[in-house]
């Protein structure tokens, strides 16, 4: 997700930027293109975010608390209200043109700010609904649909009357107010239905089979993993994102909740610049935060090979596709690539991923030899084109096995669990290329669980914990746990998305009440509650070594045994 909150790194004089948005209704195939709503306070490039250090105070300590939230039953239910029997606003009027609508007509008429739809009926069960808008739209459109407290943006190019589904959406009984707001293109509405949906109630997070995608992967690795499968559905880790190269984020956080994020999310974006001051600091941090007991996160804001200045593709030139080749290079050293560029039979784009990845993958050795395991998380949110490794399917998946072969077989790189979020179905790289499925959400002020997410990436995989890996505020527990939004883990961005330019917390994304209860809750996993990953690995080395050698001492024995029998 594009975000402009203080930037975290650069290059030369480039550097990482951030967008505060707000993600549309995900049916169908994928979570689509963000819609952009308020930008953060600050923008300014600096090389570490906030400006200003963290507020000097007591360490907050807060007893923890047990959300009790009642179960949230199914109640059959279904109401269809005809769109133009609405009260209408600004260009809207209703028409009988387009083919394929019911009742006396529909709406039409979107296409300015204040072009709105409102409604209004009543529920008799607080539970969850799936609101239906059937609409079409010549050229595509999008619109913003606020009911109870909720807000969502649905889309459309269907040119006939179609279902778009705003899933799972928990309302109160009683009165409710439902609002059709124009955000782009023009849309013709048909009908409104709500039904209620017992997608929740159905809802199990079971992991039976989950496994590392990785057969080699090392005793650390396969450790944190067997604790994330066996946590998942149960509690949620809490995450982190620092600045480049400190622990500013994550010491406020201590500092304001009196515990410590479970997990350290870094990058390591600077790594194929000309600049790796920041980089090889946040690099020490990852191996500090494992020593103290944390979990260490990385991802990877890519900048464009061949020299490019940026990793947004509305900046770079790179083009991905020109990369793309037949040829088995995952596992050849750096003089057989050359020569496939010299031989014309690969091109210099191709040469110039290899290259950064290698550099990458070196760095990242640094961890694997320290027995530090790593929730490794690159070519993130690729399906909506704001990065270049996003600019089509095909290169992407390509580029996203490439990589994973290059790390894991070429460069031993066992200790990494590969942590997917292109957020797109048809972008999904496959069980056997990928541990955990993820998703970025940026919606300024929403409490809600966004079980609805969780449940699109389970309709992908069934198999593998799902990470909410990015957001601009967490959700309540609360609704977490009524929605049984139970994440593998949340990343909370850092910068203007947690502290403001004086170094306090910035409420217009996470309220300290709400900070306070997610970080101080039975249903969350800070790093005070981790286990000693590094004797759970030993202790599997051990079972695995006593395992080897049973079943070298039975083959011995059968061995043997054949041997005298046929004596």
Not at 142 to 157: A, D, L, M, P
Not at 279 to 296: F, S
């Amino acid at each position: 997700m594009k975000k402009q909150a203080k930037r975290f790194g650069t290059r030369g004089t480039a550097a990482a930027a951030a967008v505060m948005l707000m993600l549309t209704s995900c049916a169908g195939h994928s979570i689509d293109k963000n819609s952009e709503v308020t930008k953060p306070s600050s923008s300014a490039a600096t090389t570490t975010a906030p400006e200003a250090e963290p507020v000097a105070a007591e360490v907050t300590t807060v007893a923890e608390r047990q959300p009790d939230v009642a179960e949230v039953s199914y109640t059959k239910y279904s109401n269809t209200i005809e769109a133009e029997l609405g009260a209408l606003s600004g260009s809207l009027k209703t028409a009988d043109k387009r083919e394929g609508y019911k009742g006396d007509g529909y709406i039409t008429g979107y296409r300015e700010e204040g072009d709105k739809a409102e409604y209004a009926f009543s529920l008799d069960e607080s539970q969850f609904y799936t609101v239906i808008i059937t609409c079409a739209s010549d050229k595509g459109a999008r619109c913003f649909v606020t009911i109870g407290n909720e807000t969502r943006v649905i889309n459309t190019k269907s040119k006939t009357f179609a279902n778009v589904e705003i899933p799972n959406l928990y309302l109160e009984k009683g009165a409710q107010g439902l609002a059709v707001n124009f955000l782009e293109g023009s849309m013709d509405i048909d009908r409104i239905t709500v039904k209620a949906s017992e997608d929740i109630e159905k809802l199990d997070l079971t992991l039976k089979t989950a496994a590392l995608s990785n057969k080699n992967a090392d005793s650390g690795a396969r450790a944190l993993y067997e604790y994330l499968r066996d946590n998942y559905g149960h509690k949620i880790l809490l995450g982190q994102y620092d600045s480049i190269g400190t622990t500013i984020e994550t010491d406020f956080i201590h500092t304001t909740t009196g515990k410590y994020p479970a997990i350290r999310f870094g990058d390591m974006m600077q790594f194929t610049t000309d600049n790796t001051t920041l980089a090889e600091a946040d690099l020490e941090k990852a191996l500090q935060w494992h020593k103290d007991g944390g979990i260490v996160g990385l991802m990877w804001h890519w900048y464009a090979p061949l020299g490019e200045q940026d990793y947004y593709s509305e900046n770079t030139s790179f083009d991905l596709s020109k990369a793309v080749t037949k040829e088995k290079i995952a596992q050849l050293p750096a003089e057989d690539i050359q020569k496939l560029v010299s031989d014309k039979k690969i091109s210099a784009e191709c040469q110039a991923l290899i290259k950064d990845i290698d550099t990458v993958s070196e760095k990242l050795k640094t961890l694997k030899e320290n027995g530090v395991p790593v929730l490794w998380r690159p070519l993130h949110e690729a399906s909506n084109g704001y990065f270049w490794w996003g600019c089509d399917e095909k290169s992407y998946l390509w580029l996203w096995k490439l990589m994973y072969d290059r790390m894991t077989k070429y460069h031993g790189l066992d200790n990494l669990i590969w942590v997917w979020s292109a957020q797109n179905s048809k972008w999904y790289v496959g069980d056997d290329y990928c541990d955990i499925l993820s998703v970025d959400i940026y919606d300024r002020g929403n409490l809600s669980s966004q079980a609805d997410r969780l449940m699109f990436l389970r309709s992908i995989n069934q198999t593998k914990p799902i990470a909410l890996s990015e957001c601009g505020n967490f959700p309540a527990i609360d609704n977490v746990i009524r929605d049984k939004g139970i994440w593998s883990y949340i990343g909370q961005w850092g910068g203007n998305f947690l502290m403001n330019d004086n170094g306090q917390l910035e409420e217009l994304y996470n309220s300290r009440e709400n900070l306070l209860d997610v970080y101080n809750n039975v249903f969350t996993v800070t790093r005070e509650e981790l286990p000693d990953f590094t004797a759970l690995a030993q202790k599997a080395e051990q079972a695995e070594k006593e395992k080897a050698e049973k079943e070298k001492a039975d083959n011995d024995n059968k061995d043997e045994d054949k041997k005298e029998e046929k004596e």
